[in-house]
């Protein structure tokens, strides 16, 4: 049993005081290596009046400068590199959409390290050398694609590097290739589940691996039930490593972190100030063994809490809750915050929707306006007048109870909304900034 559901059991399961121990211990060294080789931390620390000999203690974590998305468009490239180009033996970045893209790198160690976390988190979710492991994430510069790639090979488990899109060769590769785990975004997941069931197909999917957006615990069972298999939240980003920072186990009772390579803390959205276990903040992470890019207090943005109890499943590693928001993600529609994942959870509640939903926001008439656009399952149409008008007006109702706010509902035919092979835009804000 323990080689089906680990696959470092020894570091999984390290008592919790010597992880500690050792996540210290990885912490100075890291200190160390960006204040000799970073300028951006260097002088950072410096202002602060503090050097890599005051951190002596975990709680000393505390006094080293936050890390945004935005210092690392301030030094675009390779600013906050602390290894020397020789040693790099691969970059990503992001897609850049909204100004320049924030770049990542990665020395043969680190590259070691991203493969070993996303064994790891596939064991979790009880793939092994049996499975063939379809890796439907976008290739490239998105970490996605390559993290569950090399991951997977290590595992030992046979990898389709399919990459995203191209949804009808997804299909036959997965039934001629017997695919048995699913690796890709819970949305497009949910477009599959789609395609199989018009298709009329079988496969033989018994496991997925869903990440890089947030989604609910309703698109979760959604998932489960029309794909036939069980689903696992997987997490990461590009800036701290990529997919593997934290993983479900077969209990799902929120995602392991790779704690002897990551440090997590919770914040205070507002203060900064640090949180105890249990309660919700912003996910904070330091890099303890990056050699190239290790970031230190890195604000994720993503909402989440802490639990540093031993899991039912062995791991010692500390468990952050789903993420079902950003911080950055919150809309403030006439003094009130709204978050998309609050109208997912009501869709979740009312029957005869699908998951599929968009949010618009606009200003008319010197006025905050929200629509939310929702699609029918397949098969109702916009013609049977009656019933769609009771479950407009019984999800309106829905809506305005939990936001707070005054909602316009759209109910469109299914397939309305564009799919999409990557992650999802859920918000439309039309507002001038």
Known sequence: MVSEMFHSPDIECLPREQLCALQLQRLQATVRRVYENVEFYRAKMQAAGITPADIQKPEDIRLLPFTTKQDLRDTYPFGLFAAPQSEVVRVHASSGTTGKPTVVGYTKKDIAVWQEVVARALAM????????????Y??????????????????????????????????????????????????????????IERLGIDTALRVGIFGAEPW???????????????????????????????????????????EDHFWAEIVDTDTLAPLPDGVEGELVFTCITKEAL?????????????????????????????????????????????????????????????????????????????EVQVELPDGIRLDTVAHIEALRRRLTTALQSTLGLSVQVTMLEHNSLERSVGKTVRVTDKRVK
């Open 294 to 370: 290790p970031l230190i207090r890195y604000r994720t943005r993503d909402i989440s809490a802490l639990d540093t109890s031993v899991c039912a499943c062995g791991r010692t590693h500390a468990r952050m809750s789903r993420v079902r928001d950003r911080s950055d993600d919150m809309l403030i529609i006439r003094g009130v915050n709204v978050y998309p994942s609050q109208v997912a959870s009501v869709l979740a509640a009312v029957e005869g929707l699908s998951a599929h939903f968009h949010v618009v926001v606009d200003r008319l008439h010197n006025a905050d306006s929200l």
């Open 138 to 195: 976008g290739y490239g510069l998105f970490t996605g694609g390559l993290g569950l790639h090399y991951g997977g090979e290590a595992r030992g488990c046979r990898v389709v590097p399919m990459s995203s899109g191209n949804t009808q060769k997804q299909l036959m590769l997965m039934q001629d290739f017997g695919t048995t785990a699913l690796a890709c975004t819970p949305s497009y997941a949910l477009h599959l589940a789609e395609e």
């Open 216 to 258: 609910s615990l309703g698109m979760r069972q959604e998932i489960e039930r029309r794909l036939k298999v069980r689903a696992h939240d997987i997490y990461g980003l590009s800036e701290i490593m990529g997919p593997g920072v934290s993983m479900e186990c077969q209990y799902q009772n929120g995602l392991h972190i790779a």
């Open 125 to 136: 979710a009880g793939v092994d050398t049996s499975d063939t492991l379809q890796v439907a």
